[in-house]
């Protein structure tokens, strides 16, 4: 079965900060990987998304994540944060296979505090 | 708006008490999906239907948890004598299938439905 390590659960950042979010995976085939980020009381957004090809992806709001197969990892970045980036970030392998559906599997996620 | 939408947002119910939540998808979309997140954790799956067929069910979804999407657009789960330990957000989620060669595993999720057993 697959499954989804984030191994901080609270990240503090500067304003105007460089940012890595770590990401590890388990997963038996080819991963489709994916970042969300969820801001209090709301549902998760699609930062970005990997399937195949340039193991470095650009997403949204400035953000990029590299796939390292060799690592297993998934890594969130961004050059500079900005207060609203505050928020829940969340890493997820799929298609989900067991018993066939095409879920996703996350991780638990990672809090990201910016300090002024 | 074109999103998925949930309803209710919030809902505040005594143990015992049935509650009933209900999911609209994006339209084309032929697949959706059911998760609870509890606080401090990620979504966990739920449920998943393929347009109105209920293809898998966690283990996490016991008996008291019913899902139904009975024309293979809105779907609702119900919770049946809720506990305490009930109490999380459900996220409704959809896509297009994969089988069918169309999207790419992106999940489109709602804002969730708050669920508070007291």
């Known amino acids: 079965a697959q499954s989804v390590t984030q191994p901080d659960i609270h990240i503090t950042v500067s304003e105007g900060a460089s940012l890595e979010l770590r990401c590890n995976y388990s997963?038996?085939?080819?991963?489709?990987l994916f970042w969300y980020v969820q801001s209090p009381g709301q549902g998760l957004q699609l930062l970005l998304k990997?399937?195949?090809?340039?193991?470095l992806v650009q997403g949204i709001k400035g953000f990029e994540a590299e796939f390292k197969r060799s690592q297993s990892s998934f890594n969130l970045r961004k050059p500079s944060v900005h207060w609203s980036d505050a928020a829940e970030y969340f890493c997820?392998?799929?298609?989900?296979?067991?018993?066939?559906?095409?879920?996703?599997?996350f991780g638990k996620g990672t809090h990201l505090i910016i300090q002024p | 708006d074109t999103g998925v939408s949930q309803d209710p947002r919030h809902k505040i119910t005594k143990r015992g008490q049935n509650v009933t939540f209900r999911c609209d998808p994006i339209?084309?979309?032929?697949?959706l999906y059911w998760y609870r997140q509890t606080l401090g954790q990620g979504p966990e799956f739920l449920t998943y239907?393929?347009?109105?067929?209920?293809?898998?069910k966690s283990r996490l979804l016991s008996d008291r948890f019913s899902a139904e999407r009975p024309k293979g657009s809105f779907s609702t789960l119900e919770i049946q004598r809720t506990e305490q330990g009930d109490s999380a957000m459900y996220l409704c989620?959809?896509?297009?299938?994969?089988?069918?060669?169309?999207?790419?595993?992106?999940?489109?999720f709602g804002e969730g439905s708050r669920l508070t057993v007291l």
């Open positions: 339209s084309e979309h032929n697949r």
């Open positions: 997963y038996g085939a080819t991963p489709y």
């Open positions: 990997y399937f195949s090809g340039d193991t």
């Open positions: 989620a959809s896509s297009p299938s994969l089988l069918l060669g169309q999207g790419s595993g992106e999940l489109f």
């Open positions: 239907f393929q347009n109105e067929a209920q293809l898998e």
């Open positions: 997820a392998v799929g298609p989900y296979s067991g018993g066939g559906a095409d879920g996703l599997t």
